[in-house]
């Protein structure tokens, strides 16, 4: 999906694989944070993070990596790359983790917007990921909040 990290279409090893699959999931999480209009600051602090970490893997500047994100949500009018991608790329535990770091977005500003929970919990459903386990992790990042 992200041809940015791509040496040769035919060569793509699971390392750059790696971070497409990272940054699709900084993708969602930016996704999350103007689901509700408006990205707090605190929002875009714990995307940042997520960003910082991209942009030494590939090194990257985090205003270029931001702008990759910015772009791709801003052009994007449908997940269905995005969960193609993390279907294909993601064991179990790395999709709990997905969730897991939507639900710290959407919980970064101290309040659960219901268009952010809709979002996080209708990627957990197109990725497979029971309810149970979804509302397990939206209690976790409600309590540390």
Do not use: C, H, P, Q
Not at 4 to 13: Q, Y
Not at 48 to 67: R, T
Not at 90 to 101: H, T
Request: cysteine-free; glycine content about 2%; aromatic content about 8%.
């Amino acid at each position: 999906m992200f041809s940015f990290f791509k040496k040769d279409k035919k060569e793509v090893d699971k390392e750059e694989v790696g971070f497409e699959v990272e940054l699709t999931a900084t993708v969602l999480a930016y996704e999350i944070a103007r689901s509700d209009g408006d990205i707090t600051d605190d929002e875009l602090s714990v995307l940042m993070e997520e960003i910082e970490k991209i942009a030494i893997k590939v090194g990257k500047e985090k205003s270029e990596i931001l702008k990759i994100v910015e772009n791709y949500s801003k052009d994007s009018t449908s997940f269905f790359e995005f969960i193609e991608d993390i279907n294909k790329n993601y064991e179990k535990d790395k999709k709990l983790s997905l969730l897991r770091f939507m639900w710290k977005t959407a919980y970064a500003d101290g309040r659960l917007d219901v268009d952010e929970e809709r979002l996080v919990r209708r990627v957990a459903d197109l990725i497979k990921i029971k309810d149970i386990e979804v509302l397990k992790l939206k209690d976790i990042s409600k309590k540390n909040s």
